[in-house]
């Protein structure tokens, strides 16, 4: 069994900043590529950064510069740091993480439940 979980939503006004963070465990071997979505009501669930375990990242072009994100391998986390925060980035967001488990042996995709951010204007 794995378990993704994310912390650090919230209420921030724009301009502000919010780290989220996320840690995924249970029966891994090992992590490939990790990343955060975002839904907004109404809206399909979309892309905003994902990183791979050698350290290479991508960005949707909406938070270019606003965004880093940042993983550890050693205790499986992977972390998104969003400066300038603006009131469209208010959505729901998803960690994700592509997970090579060891109980089944197999590779899959897992999410975390969500964490609201809220930008107020």
Known sequence: QVQVVES???LVQAGGSLRLSCAASGSIYSINA???YR???GK???LVATITSGGSTNYADSV???FTISRDNAKNTVSLQMNSLKPEDTAVYYCNANIRTLNPWGQYDYWGQGTQV???S
């Open 44 to 46: 399909q669930r979309e």
């Open 34 to 36: 990790m990343g955060w």
């Open 64 to 66: 270019k510069g606003r």
């Open 118 to 120: 809220t930008v107020s």
């Open 39 to 41: 839904q907004a009501p």
């Open 8 to 10: 650090g939503g919230g």
